[in-house]
């Protein structure tokens, strides 16, 4: 079935370099991506939203990429912090849907000192 | 401003069971959204009310439940507690009830353990 979903469930990167996190989502008629920071025993945070009509869009060191014709979107974080450490969702807005978010499975990022 | 509040933080119940939480949305935003969040099913949308409406519903059984006030603070409600039920719950509050506006602000969720 349709689904939102994340390439890789884990990422390491050392402290400083510039960390990729990916998403594959099969809606193409999806018209809103968002990205969520979720830390341990926490709620969701959010970091960047993008529209369908955008494909890229920049916030303070994060940046949102949005492939509608391979339907990718990536969230690229500059010179990560150990603050950083967290688990990545995106999700979309499905047409019909509003407020209704489906995520991807999350990605587990881990800073390395 | 304060953020998106969610009562009790933790809660442990036995099966067959029912259990209430509450949720208080951030001021001024008139949307709250819950949503379910277990290891194996990720998150997963229950509902949102909207003007003391339930707008949208997901695929949860008719055993989980919901409410919203006149001033926009929502219960959710689950009987007949299952062990399957065990999962953080999550509120999520938007600004604006009209179209266009998507950003949600989460709680920090309350974790319902079922034995």
């Known amino acids: 079935g349709e689904s939102v979903g994340l390439h890789l469930p884990t990422l390491s990167v050392q402290e400083g370099d510039n960390s990729i996190i990916n998403c594959a989502y099969s809606n193409s008629a999806s018209d809103y991506f968002i990205w969520y920071k979720q830390e341990s025993g926490k709620g969701p945070q959010f970091i960047i939203d993008i529209r369908s009509n955008m494909d890229k869009r920049q916030g303070q060191r994060v940046t949102v990429l949005l492939n509608k014709t391979v339907k990718h979107l990536s969230l690229q974080i500059a010179a990560t912090q150990p603050g950083d450490s967290a688990v990545y969702f995106c999700?979309?807005?499905?047409?019909?849907?509003?407020?209704?978010?489906?995520f991807g499975s999350g990605t587990q990022l881990t800073v390395l000192p | 401003k304060a953020g998106v509040t969610q009562t009790p933080r933790y809660l442990i119940k036995t099966r067959g069971q029912q259990v209430t939480l509450s949720c208080s949305p951030i001021s001024g935003h008139r949307s709250v959204s819950w949503y379910q969040q277990t290891p194996g099913q990720g998150l997963q949308f229950l509902f949102e009310y909207f003007s003391e409406t339930q707008r949208n519903k997901g695929n949860f059984p008719g055993r989980f439940s919901g409410r919203q006030f006149s001033n926009s603070r929502s219960e959710m409600n689950v009987s007949t507690l299952e062990l399957g039920d065990s999962a953080l719950y999550l509120c999520?509050?938007?600004?604006?009830?009209?179209?266009?506006?998507?950003?949600?602000?989460f709680g920090p969720g309350t974790r319902l353990t079922v034995t």
């Open positions: 999520a509050s938007t600004p604006d009830g009209l179209s266009g506006v998507y950003e949600q602000y």
């Open positions: 999700a979309e807005n499905r047409p019909g849907s509003a407020r209704q978010l489906t």
